[in-house]
């Protein structure tokens, strides 16, 4: 059957290729229209309780939109996996929905009618068909011809799918534009320097016209346990691109937004790992919910070819003024909590780890510095599509060496071993190092700390969290603050996954943010 109306699935007959009744399926398409448009008004408006079934959306949508404040500094980001149709399975693994073009153009033009309606400030599309000259061109006409700036790129290897990043030029300006490769899987990201067309009060006096950078970026589906350290690399070679652009143009500070399709969840390395660096997810600001357990499964955004509903796509906010650790120094907790869980996948732990890493003889009960580097390599070794790759270099092994050495005597006593590897939370100032798969149900394990940021009650404050107006005059910096976020279609806002969604295998996210006046905070010290 084709779809119908915003991706959904219609009930009608397909009589052949690219024919359907559309007079049987106009009451469904327009009803889920109105519920999208209603959700829409809803956003700007800064309600929460979007979604249900209680005929209020149709009436929120009739209202007329001069009632809206038109004055409004608001900026919205949308970020969406539109499922390229060399990926799209059509009845069976072997049949692809780029087979079919009729398919493929309708199902990318509802997307496109979908992102014109929601008219979003920057538009982030992940798994584009750029192969495709015809989809593309598609994509640039209808969203050229309402003000957009567009950047496209191709995966690396000639892989047929990329990112595609949308500006509108009534609300930034691109200020420069930069895209670089990732490590392994053939994976990139896009950089943009972006700067508000609006001006913004910064004090009684005057007005700033706000700088942002935003990236754009898919990263691997953590096909096994062991490419987890490739996905982190992947987004430590991001925030590394990060500060060296900030070094090189010497920027003074400025927000930072990361868009995309992270392919890992709540309960994941990545996620643990931009927690530390300050990030704050925008979607979980906007509806209250924290890094425990229990807010673990409250949305969802994807069902994978595995059938696993989770939460992967990501719409990151860090400002400025966030106290962070060094990027070093998380990356290095990060391997560790790493290493811990490989240890753990392989049955050894306590004494049984710490003989793993033992093979000098002439050092008995330490590790010395081959014997790590052995069992790290071994550790850290992945496998992607026959080939292999060295989860880490020589150097990173030194350093890490050099961390868990924390007497500095070139050798790793049982005591220090333990340390290394030791769960640490917000109180120590460090995030637990437990690990949880990236799509995983596995609860967390009594005993075992959740992964709160040290920087969380800070982020609830100048995130916007406590709901108190944060436009501030005469402070520091601009930033921003998280005023809606939402899911399309509404169900998975609750964690279901209605099974007559058909526009993609994601759901769209959009998140809108006011500009903030931010007072500065110390620096991060290591």
Not at 16 to 45: I, V
Not at 278 to 295: I, K, N, P, Q, R
Request: hydrophobic content about 35%; some cysteine; glycine content about 8%.
């Amino acid at each position: 059957m084709l779809e119908e109306g915003l991706g959904f699935k219609s009930n009608t007959v397909v009589v052949g290729m690219g024919t359907f009744d559309k007079n049987s399926a106009f009451g469904e398409k327009k009803q889920l229209l109105n519920m999208h448009r209603a959700q829409q008004r809803r956003l700007t408006r800064g309600i929460h309780g979007i979604g249900g079934n209680d005929g209020n959306a149709a009436a929120v949508f009739l209202e007329d939109d001069e009632n809206m404040n038109s004055c409004d500094s608001s900026v919205s980001f949308t970020t969406f996996n539109i499922l390229a149709p060399i990926y799209k399975r059509i009845d069976s693994e072997s049949c692809r929905e780029s087979e079919f073009r009729d398919y493929w153009r309708k199902r990318n033009q509802e997307i496109l009618d979908m992102l014109l309606e929601k008219r979003s400030s920057i538009i982030c599309l992940q798994e584009l068909w750029v192969g495709n000259q015809e989809l593309v061109e598609m994509y640039e006409r209808n969203l050229g011809n309402h003000g957009y700036e567009m950047y496209k790129l191709g995966r690396t290897n000639n892989r047929e799918d990329g990112l595609f990043t949308a500006v509108r030029n009534d609300h930034f300006r691109v200020v420069r534009y930069r895209e670089w490769p990732l490590d392994c899987g053939d994976r990139v990201a896009q950089l943009l320097h972006l700067q508000s067309v609006i001006p913004f009060p910064q004090s009684k006096t005057g007005i700033i016209l706000q700088e942002t950078l935003l990236v754009n970026t898919h990263l691997m589906f953590p096909h096994a346990s062991d490419v987890c350290l490739v996905r982190l690399r992947q987004v430590y070679k991001i925030l590394e691109y990060l500060e060296t652009y900030k070094k090189d143009y010497k920027l003074p500070s400025v927000p930072i937004i990361l868009c995309g399709d992270w392919n890992g969840s709540k309960r994941g390395h990545v996620y643990k790992f931009l927690r530390s660096q300050g990030f704050v997810s925008s979607y979980d600001t906007a509806h209250h919910y924290t890094d425990s357990d229990a807010d673990a499964h409250k949305w969802v955004s994807h069902r994978n070819h595995r059938g696993n509903i989770c939460g992967v796509d990501f719409i990151w906010l860090l400002n400025p003024n966030n106290l962070s650790k060094p990027l070093k120094t998380s990356w290095n907790e990060a391997v560790f909590g790493f290493i811990k869980s490989r240890l753990n996948e392989a049955g050894l732990k306590d004494r049984d780890a710490f003989c793993f890493f033992k093979s000098d003889k002439c050092h008995d009960g330490c590790v010395t510095f081959p014997g790590f580097k052995g069992a790290l390599q071994q550790l850290t070794r992945s496998y992607f599509k026959g080939k292999c790759f060295d989860g880490l270099n020589s150097k990173e092994i030194e350093d890490l060496f050099g961390v868990a050495d924390t007497d500095g005597n070139e050798i790793i006593d049982y005591e220090e071993f333990q340390r290394m590897l030791l769960p640490q939370t917000a109180t120590t100032g460090k995030w637990s190092l437990s690990h949880y798969p990236e799509n995983s149900d596995q609860k967390v394990p009594s005993g075992e700390p959740n992964c709160i940021s040290p920087t969380l009650e800070l982020n609830d404050i100048f995130a916007g969290k406590s709901g108190a107006p944060l436009m501030l005059f005469g402070l520091d910096t601009m930033g921003f603050q998280v005023k809606n976020a939402f899911l399309f279609p509404p169900e998975v806002e609750r964690g279901m996954w209605p099974e007559n969604y058909l526009l993609s295998d994601h759901a769209p996210l959009t998140v809108v943010f006011d500009p903030v006046g931010l007072p500065m905070t110390h620096e991060a010290v290591c």
